[in-house]
């Protein structure tokens, strides 16, 4: 069994981008940008938040976050969306969700210039993704991708099971896997018999949320796992989808929670940040 490391990985990649953005600023007096919109007060989005912003300050980014309350009303948001949009320093604008429930989260999500759509949300990358066109893929999924690129797995053919079907995860997820000629089976929580289908599978990626959901004789011996599930037990513990010791075992992969996935989603916003400042070279 060979653990796949996120963390490090991730860190080669900042470093990659942070050389990339010298070159970027040299050359071309680009400095890229990203605005962030938090809204409300909820320690995890704000954890998230600050993690996002010393990550910009790590590759030499300027970055930006704008703190709402929670009693915003949705125009204000959008107003702030669309003075993003105009503004010539920022290359991507993300908004941290989850939302307040009285905001339209789609209707948020659709202001925002699919040019600067870091995230990948905007219906516009979602459709050119889904039709394998150049876009902004969400950097969960992306930094799966990039994790089997680095450990040489290959895609074309193989069996994958998609657990969890959002759409910041498992859909964006399906649809990469898909380009890469992967055959898919997308399921959820109303997906029958989930172990018929986690066993069958070459390759297991688990989003959803529910601890320990992924048990060792839901797996196939050799299958590579990857746990994307990001859990904080009442003991404090950061836990993943995947029961690992009992899985790891069987596999011939893993991603590890800390230290899988989760840096790499940071480091994909980063990539998609650079991506959208490069850009401007060409306009
Ligand atoms: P979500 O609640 O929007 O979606 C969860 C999905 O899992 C749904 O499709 C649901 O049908 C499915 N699901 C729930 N229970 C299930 C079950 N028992 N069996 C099969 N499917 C089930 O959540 P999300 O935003 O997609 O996040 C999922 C997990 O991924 C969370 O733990 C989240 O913290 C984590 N996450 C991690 C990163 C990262 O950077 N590693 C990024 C985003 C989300």
Do not use: W
């Amino acid at each position: 069994m060979q653990l796949i490391d996120g963390k490090s990985l991730a860190e080669v990649t900042r470093s990659r981008i942070a050389r990339e953005t010298q070159d970027l600023i040299t050359k071309h007096d680009i400095v890229p940008g990203l605005a962030v919109i938090l809204v409300g007060d909820d320690p995890a989005s704000q954890a998230y938040v600050k993690m996002k912003a010393r990550a910009c300050k790590e590759v030499g980014f300027y970055s930006i976050v704008h703190e709402m309350p929670d009693t915003i009303s949705e125009e204000e948001i959008i107003g702030t969306i669309k003075m993003m949009n105009d503004n010539p320093r920022i290359d991507g604008i993300l908004v941290q969700l989850p939302l307040p429930k009285h905001i339209d989260t789609d209707a948020i999500l659709e202001v925002i210039d699919p040019s600067k759509d870091v995230d990948g949300f905007h219906p516009c990358n979602v459709g050119r993704l889904a039709t394998n066109l150049d876009a902004f893929a969400p950097c969960t999924p992306l930094g799966v991708m990039r994790m089997f690129e680095h450990y040489d797995i290959p895609l074309r053919g193989k069996d994958v099971c998609v657990v969890g079907a959002s759409n910041i995860v498992g859909k964006p997820m399906a649809a990469l896997l898909l380009n890469a000629e992967a055959t898919v089976t997308v399921t959820h929580i109303y997906t029958r018999d989930l172990a018929r289908h986690t066993r069958a599978a070459d390759i297991v990626i688990v989003g959803t949320g529910v601890p320990g959901l992924i048990k060792a004789d839901m797996v196939k011996e050799g299958a590579i796992v990857i746990d994307i599930g990001i859990n904080r037990l009442d003991d404090g513990r950061l836990v993943g989808d995947v029961d690992f010791d009992m899985v790891a075992p069987r596999c011939s992969y893993i991603t590890p929670v800390p230290g899988g996935v989760g840096p790499m989603t940071i480091a994909m916003l980063m990539e998609n940040t650079l991506k959208a400042a490069k850009m401007r070279i060409v306009r």
